[in-house]
């Protein structure tokens, strides 16, 4: 048996059996660890050749060849219809992501898989030149990120998003970005050159001002007065920038509402939106667990409150109710979410819409189609 200590700037070092595995234990095939923070432990089955990396928690990165890039939903509470994820899984280690449970779809667990074990999609821009060569393809803007961020660390090596916005931009085509990474000013040149066509939107995630928050609720990712620099620098730059207060957890950051909406507008966010936290799946015991090593005064109000928004459940599915939810405390926090809005100067202008009349397909089209796999 291997005892583990927790390591510094990972959200979680818990790897909950994959929901699919119709096998939940591998006596024959390697060791049972249990990882150790404070009060707590997470026992699981962890092969006896993945154990040192674990000791050490190196980031994987593993190429993967998709055979699709542009995701399409139909979901009534999103923005957008067609979505890009240049990565699955993400370094940042944010505790609260609701995108944990999509790597179980890789085999893997949502736990400390998801921070460890990341998927680039080297063909990407292949795909996305493929897709927009389709004949008849109407265009609408893609997001970004809206599962996986598109600047986490993999990024600086590999350069997918870059690649994706250069051919974007190329082609005329409006995008919309969603991040919490300081990589992105490396790619302020594309984007002044987008802002100026009006194809471009920036939406940067703020969901505290507390570094000590910040280090335990997303610990790889970049510190909230970086990102409030972020914000400036893309608004002096002229490029559109929004925030998501993404997740509000009841009784963790509620509290920092207003004074997150007014440095935010000080720093020169033009829009400003919030998601109230989902835990879907087993998240749900990942982020007990993690109550349980830094709030545990606070766990019992923080489920009661989220049981409130969702009829007596942790968490709602349904459209509508799951990214805001219902009932008194949801209310009260979309009025005082709204009201800080209106006092600082927040959405009180109608979004533009993006430009779609500019778009021209890739030039290397016909090239595309004859010799891609």
């Known amino acids: 048996m291997v005892d583990l200590v ?4 990972r959200g979680t070092l818990s790897n909950p059996d994959n929901r699919f595995s119709r096998q939940t234990s591998h006596p024959d095939e390697g060791v049972s660890i249990i990882a150790r ?10 092969p006896l050749d993945e154990i040192a990396s674990v000791r050490t928690l190196n980031t994987e990165y593993i190429e993967q060849q998709c055979r699709s890039i542009v995701s399409s939903n139909n979901s009534p509470d999103l923005p957008f219809n067609q979505s890009i994820n240049p990565y699955q899984g993400c370094e940042h280690g944010c505790i609260y992501c609701y995108a944990r449970p999509t790597h179980e779809y890789l085999d893997l667990s949502l736990g400390l898989d998801f921070e460890t074990k990341i998927h680039f999609k080297s063909n990407a821009v292949i795909q996305l030149e493929k897709f927009l060569s389709r004949p008849g393809y109407r265009c609408e803007p893609i997001n970004i990120g809206a599962n ?5 660390q993999v990024e600086r090596q590999q350069g997918i998003t870059r690649s994706l916005l250069e051919l974007l931009l190329e082609c005329r085509h409006p995008v919309t970005i969603i991040t919490k990474g300081s990589l992105i000013l490396r790619d302020i040149d594309l984007l002044k050159a987008m802002a ?3 194809l471009v939107k920036v939406m940067i995630s703020v969901t505290s001002l ?8 997303e610990p790889r990712a970049a510190a909230p007065q970086t990102r409030l620099r972020v914000i400036e620098t893309l608004a002096l730059a002229g490029v559109p920038v929004g925030v998501l207060m993404a997740p509000i957890i009841p009784a963790i950051n509620d509290m920092e509402i207003e004074k997150i909406i007014e440095h935010c507008a000080t ?9 109230l936290l989902r835990l879907p799946f087993q998240l749900e015991t990942l982020f007990n667990d993690w109550l349980d090593e830094y709030y545990p005064d606070r766990k019992h109000k923080v489920l009661h409150l989220l049981e409130q928004c969702h009829n007596g459940q942790i968490y709602q599915s349904e459209f509508g109710v799951r990214q ?4 008194i405390y949801a209310r009260m926090i979309n009025q005082r979410f709204s009201l800080a809005c209106q006092k600082f100067g927040i959405n009180h202008k109608r979004e533009a819409r993006l430009r779609t009349d500019l778009f021209t397909p890739p ?7 004859l010799f891609a796999n």
């Open 267 to 275: 720093a020169g966010a033009g829009t400003m939106h919030y998601v």
């Open 210 to 217: 507390s570094a000590e928050l910040k280090s335990s609720l």
């Open 148 to 152: 996986t961020d598109p600047y986490q």
């Open 37 to 46: 923070s404070g009060n707590r432990s997470a026992r699981h089955s962890m």
């Open 196 to 198: 100026k066509l009006n």
């Open 324 to 327: 805001t939810g219902t009932g």
């Open 6 to 9: 927790k390591a510094k700037s």
């Open 363 to 369: 030039r290397n089209s016909q090239q595309i189609d």
